[in-house]
């Protein structure tokens, strides 16, 4: 039994590579461990945001993190910016952290795109991150393979403090699902699929309805070759696709192209279609349940009671470990 945490930004719907990159170890990882599950909105406005359409996306990113299956009676649901203790152990990290080990990491060079305006609340985001995870005492990270820097130089900072500073800290390990696990953005398979890219046609919400997975799926980037091949260097948008096929049907990569022999594209996407369209179904419908009922709202208030708890104890041991504070 360990301890689990893990987060997921309300910039937007939980999207396919949200969910098969990293949501879905969080529902099995639920009964062997203490799970932790947060919606991190001060991660969210590193980037600029619109303070109505974020108020709804915590509720929905709440709501879609019960309707996949996570049960607030056994894990912890809470909103980041219920606890406090958050944004305190930042600066208490950002003081051992580095600009350089900073400026080189990859989400703040995609998303600052080298611009001098580039918020510096970006540029801290992996420290705020490092606090999330450090404040737990957590053993286990599940995240998406596009994490894995951000979860290095957790590990880093922790190693660091406690050596400067005496145990403080729980060592963290990421948890990363396989390599087919990346899902790619489906205008663009070289890039990875993302709540906040512009094109909408790029992703699949957990919540899309049916013209707008057939359109996103119809209109797919692929290639001329024609057929159906798993090929993620030479062919990787319909290896793409493959893999979300795979995971949302019985049938492994192999069957899939057995199965799509001598047929065309526009088949096999087809299929794709209502694969996706018949897994989605319960996912929504138990998020129409629980999005604005009070029960999600009590199941916040309860998760930020119960982690507020525990990071507490963690914040006032680093502040003592750091001697800051009146004397104890
Ligand atoms: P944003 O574009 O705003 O950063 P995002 O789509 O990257 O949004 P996050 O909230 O940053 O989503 O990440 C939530 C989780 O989903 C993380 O564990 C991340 O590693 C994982 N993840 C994000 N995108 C993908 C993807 N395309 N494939 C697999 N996992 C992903
Ligand atoms: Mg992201």
């Known amino acids: ?15 396919l590579g949200n969910y098969l990159g990293a949501l ?7 009964d062997d461990n203490e799970c932790i599950y947060c919606i991190v909105d001060l991660h969210a406005i590193t980037v600029e945001q619109d303070p109505e359409e974020l108020k709804e996306h915590i509720l929905d990113v709440a ?6 299956g996570i049960d607030p009676k056994k894990s912890i649901v809470f909103v980041q910016s219920t606890v406090p203790g958050h944004t305190e152990l930042s600066w208490l990290l950002t003081c051992s952290s580095y600009t350089g080990e900073l400026s080189r990491m990859t989400q703040f060079k995609d ?9 510096t609340g970006l540029f801290m985001y992996p420290v705020l991150m490092a606090a999330d995870i450090l404040l737990y005492d957590t053993d286990i990270v599940p995240v998406g ?7 290095e130089l957790t590990r880093d900072l922790c190693n660091r403090v406690n050596n400067k500073y005496g145990e403080t800290f729980v060592l963290p390990e990421g948890r990363y699902l396989k390599e087919g696990a990346k899902i790619m953005a489906l205008d663009d398979p070289t890039k990875k699929m993302s709540k906040s890219a512009e094109n909408e046609l790029s992703r699949i919400s957990l919540l899309d309805d049916e013209a707008k997975i057939k359109k996103a799926i119809m209109r797919a980037t692929t290639d001329s070759d024609g057929t159906i091949k798993f090929d993620q260097e030479n062919k990787p ?10 995971a949302f049907s019985d049938l ?4 899939i192209e057995k199965k799509y022999e001598g047929k065309g594209y526009g088949d096999f996407k087809k299929d794709l279609v209502e694969i996706l369209v018949n897994g989605l179904a319960p996912i929504k419908q138990k998020f129409e349940e629980i999005r604005y009922s009070d029960e999600l709202i009590e199941i916040l208030k309860d998760g930020a009671n119960r982690a507020n708890a525990i990071a507490e104890k963690v914040v006032e041991r680093t502040k003592k470990n750091m001697g800051v504070g009146l004397p104890r």
Do not use: C
């Open 24 to 30: 879905k170890q969080f529902v099995e990882l639920q």
């Open 237 to 246: 948008g319909i290896s793409n696709l493959m893999n979300i096929y795979t």
């Open 252 to 255: 492994s990569i192999e069957d």
């Open 1 to 15: 039994m360990g301890r689990v945490f893990s987060g997921v930004q309300p910039t937007g719907n939980i999207h």
């Open 111 to 119: 998303k600052g795109k080298g611009k001098e305006s580039a918020p």
């Open 63 to 68: 709501a879609l993190y019960i309707a996949i």
């Open 145 to 151: 393979i596009d994490q894995k820097q951000h979860i």
